[in-house]
């Protein structure tokens, strides 16, 4: 390929630029760099807000797997969002830290603002380019849309030396004009190409084949490697097959999220993306530099913090993943377990154990459950996590390995520092109405009780703690599930509040489902307190970013 060299004024970043550093992976050609949008791209989804402490939490884990790229969020948004952005970038200690921009001044500048406390920042811009895009959304001709691009990474590249640029429905973009727009953001210092397919539209060979288009007809500089991207949506079902044809025709960063979590379908899973290439190196062989083995901890992270349960047959993470019930496969596993898994649990972050835990267990062995579960907890925690296992284990026969996962996550829920507590809830049901739920919680320290009636149980309930703790936060998704299987199972609940534009989601663990109901909507509840504390006096809405 013909070479051009990147304009000088493009590669001095200013007096102010923070060291850069190389991410892993850039010189190596069979090296397949993750980047991970689940804080981003992720959050999109509706419901799927996160609060700064869960980001920073999201953001450590992801660090301590090996993600290369961690994109933490669109600091113009809000203000909220900028200070998530520039805690995470604090936070993480080998990743590169990235923010998106929309294609001008003030959204680019804010964004270097908050990533410039990572250690290795990046800016990532985007337009929009295909033919809808830019005559509904944008209402600009080919040539302001180059203008804009110049424009826009000219300015990134001055502040930063890491760059990515993104055209924005990329696949559904005219083939000449997506060369011309690549080539354009190569030439004023994109050291990233990312190709999105923005609405989840192009099957596997419509993704190769874009990728293997432009590694051929763009021209780049021999002395600045280029990097190109995908970033794929699930509409279709096809992001991660997508994704990995990206890759077979030389894509060498996978944009993805934990889970598969996105706006829409989804993203393309990390999950299966990095198992993908781990399994299947015989017709694949290229590497990521993730630790697999915390792979579970990081789906049940993200579940936990955004309250989207991960459905059961989920690839890699689901619950059945390595659950077998067949009688031919059951007699294959005990026989020889590849002849029914193409990977090991413990590839995952699953451990297999024999030791059954219930309430003659002791804090040793707990302990040891935790760890092998990847939970890393401190003393106190450790402490208050026992107790409520001991409690349990008097209410059931035997604890299972998921009802310590929800004990634990469901202690993690609730702050010292709530406003709202729950003390204790009695219910008279039955199948005539109204039904009466008596419910007693603690307010600013102050322990308040009342009876309210209501059309069922939760109903009332929920009643109940509106008359204790009047509000006008409105219910947009109450959820249940049982956490194993029979009738003294742990009811998992999930419940959403909204509430002037601002949405927390509530998760509670119990035996009774109704108490695990209402220490869900108190823990919701408690969120949006928190996010209405931290509203600054006339604070608009925040920005919504375009899909990508």
Not at 23 to 47: N, W
Not at 60 to 80: H, K, T, Y
Not at 284 to 306: C, D, E, H, Q, Y
Not at 437 to 460: I, N
């Amino acid at each position: 390929m013909s070479q051009r060299t990147t304009p000088d004024a493009a590669s001095a970043p200013t007096p102010f630029a923070a060291p850069q550093i190389e991410p892993a992976g850039h010189a190596d050609p069979d090296r397949v760099l993750i980047f991970d949008t689940t804080m981003r791209d992720g959050e999109q989804s509706p419901g799927a807000s996160m609060t700064l402490e869960e980001k920073v939490q999201i953001g450590r884990l992801l660090d301590e797997m090996r993600v290369d790229i961690i994109e933490a969020g669109f600091p113009i948004a809000s203000d909220g969002d900028f200070e998530c952005v520039v805690e995470v970038a604090k936070a993480v200690e080998h990743a590169s830290v990235c923010g998106l921009a929309r294609a001008n001044r003030g959204d680019i500048e804010r964004c270097w603002e908050a990533v410039r406390h990572a250690r290795r920042p990046r800016i990532h811009t985007f337009i929009g380019t295909s033919p809808l895009h830019r005559q509904h959304q944008l209402a600009m001709s080919k040539d302001e849309v180059l203008e804009k691009i110049v424009e826009s990474v000219s300015l990134a590249r001055s502040l930063c030396e890491d760059v990515q640029w993104s055209p924005m429905d990329a696949t559904r973009t005219e083939e000449d004009f997506l060369v011309l727009t690549v080539q354009t953001a190569v030439d004023h210092g994109a050291r990233t190409i990312n190709i999105p397919d923005t609405v989840g539209y192009a099957i596997p060979g419509e993704s190769a084949r874009i990728i293997a288009m432009l590694r051929e007809r763009v021209r780049v500089d021999e002395d600045a490697p280029l990097v190109y991207s995908t970033h794929c949506h699930d509409d279709l079902g096809m992001a991660t097959a997508n994704s990995l044809a990206a890759v077979s025709a030389g894509a060498r960063q996978v944009e993805c999220t934990i889970n598969g979590l996105g706006e829409r379908a989804g993203n393309a899973a990390l999950e299966e993306i990095v198992m993908a290439l781990q399994v299947r190196r015989d017709v694949m062989p290229f590497k990521t530099g993730l630790n697999s083995r915390k792979l579970i901890a990081a789906s049940r992270l993200v579940s936990t913090v955004t309250g989207f349960p991960v459905q059961f047959n989920k690839a890699i993470v689901g619950k059945n993943a390595f659950a077998h019930e067949s009688g031919i496969h059951q007699d294959g596993m005990l026989k020889n377990a590849e002849t029914f898994e193409i990977m090991r649990p413990e590839d995952v972050g699953l451990l297999k154990s024999d030791l059954v835990l219930g309430k003659h267990s002791g804090r040793a062995a707990f302990r040891d459950r935790l760890r092998a579960l990847g939970f890393d907890v401190g003393e106190n925690a450790l402490q208050e996590a026992f107790q409520r296992f001991k409690a349990l284990a008097d209410r059931k026969k035997e604890v299972f390995d998921e009802d310590i996962i929800a004990l634990v996550e469901d202690a993690a829920s609730v702050g010292a520092d709530d406003r709202i507590k729950f003390r204790s809830l009695r219910v008279v049901c039955g199948s005539e109405g109204p039904q009466t739920a008596d419910l007693t919680l603690e307010v600013d320290g102050a322990e308040q009780s009342v009876s309210a009636t209501g059309d069922g149980p939760v109903d009332a309930a929920f009643n109940a703690v509106k008359q204790i703790f009047p509000h006008d936060a409105r219910l947009e998704l109450y959820q249940v599930h049982a956490v194993t299987a029979g009738t003294d199972a742990q009811a998992d609940v999930t419940v959403r509040l909204e509430e002037d534009g601002k949405i927390a989601t509530g998760s509670a663990s119990d035996t009774d489902t109704l108490v695990a109901s209402v220490r869900a909507y108190v823990n919701a509840l408690n969120k949006l307190l928190v996010r209405r504390a931290k509203r600054r006096p006339g604070e608009g809405e925040p920005v919504r970013e375009p899909m990508r």
